[in-house]
């Protein structure tokens, strides 16, 4: 069965650090990759896209990669600050799919002073 | 420029009724996607229109609906309301390019609560 999968716990790091978060999927094959940040009861705010034929794409203390072989995109979030704090959901996208975005649970991400 | 509006923000419905949700896309967005947001789902695909068309459709019954004017702005109707209709409903619009890979961006969502 098709499946997305997010770190299931929240992550609690200390300001400063890196956090890295971890979207895995199975049976999909996506042209694109889309991170979001969600905070509670707001939409989800655009962070990052990258396509298969990328291995890498920064933004900022942003940074995702891609392994299509592994099936997995890796987020990360460079010297982390409290404001970063948010729940982060990946998205996939396909072509031919025009814009319709699977989306995996999420991760929380709690960034301690 | 502005951002995707929707509205109302909050709602509140009897069972059995029925519910209109609004949406206005970015301006020059012509591509306005609908998804429901709830804690055991996560988010889901509702559908997607571009120049008044549904173009992709989710695994959703056909209570759910919507409609795209010439304006590009959106409305979503949930007919015969369940109490797993409560929901955050959130509307998102693209600028379609020939170039796919456009960035998707998402208004604040409408909470409706169903009793």
């Known amino acids: 069965s098709q499946k997305i999968e997010q770190n299931s716990e929240a992550l609690n790091i200390q300001e400063g650090k890196t956090a890295t978060l971890t979207c895995n999927y199975t049976n999909y094959s996506p042209a694109y990759l889309q991170w979001y940040r969600q905070d509670p009861g707001r939409g989800p705010v655009f962070l990052l896209l990258i396509r298969e034929n990328e291995k890498e794409k920064r933004k900022e203390r942003l940074k995702v990669t891609f392994d299509t072989t592994l099936k997995q995109s890796l987020f990360h979030i460079t010297a982390s600050q409290p404001a970063d704090s948010a729940t982060y959901l990946c998205?996939?996208?396909?072509?031919?799919?025009?814009?319709?975005?699977?989306f995996g649970a999420g991760t929380r991400l709690a960034v301690h002073p | 420029k502005a951002g995707v509006t929707q509205t109302p923000r909050y709602l509140i419905k009897t069972r059995g009724q029925q519910v209109t949700l609004s949406c206005s896309p970015i301006s020059g967005h012509r591509s306005v996607s609908w998804y429901q947001q709830t804690p055991g789902q996560g988010l889901q695909f509702l559908f997607e229109?571009?120049?008044?068309?549904?173009?992709n459709k989710g695994n959703f019954p056909g209570r759910f609906s919507g409609r795209q004017f010439s304006n590009s702005r959106s409305e979503m109707n949930v007919s015969t309301l369940e109490l797993g209709d409560s929901a955050l409903y959130l509307c998102?619009?693209?600028?379609?390019?020939?170039?796919?890979?456009?960035?998707?961006?998402f208004g604040e969502g409408s909470w409706l609560t169903v009793v």
């Open positions: 998102a619009s693209s600028l379609e390019s020939l170039r796919s890979g456009n960035t998707i961006y």
């Open positions: 229109y571009f120049s008044e068309t549904q173009r």
């Open positions: 998205a996939l996208r396909f072509s031919g799919g025009y814009n319709k975005l699977i």
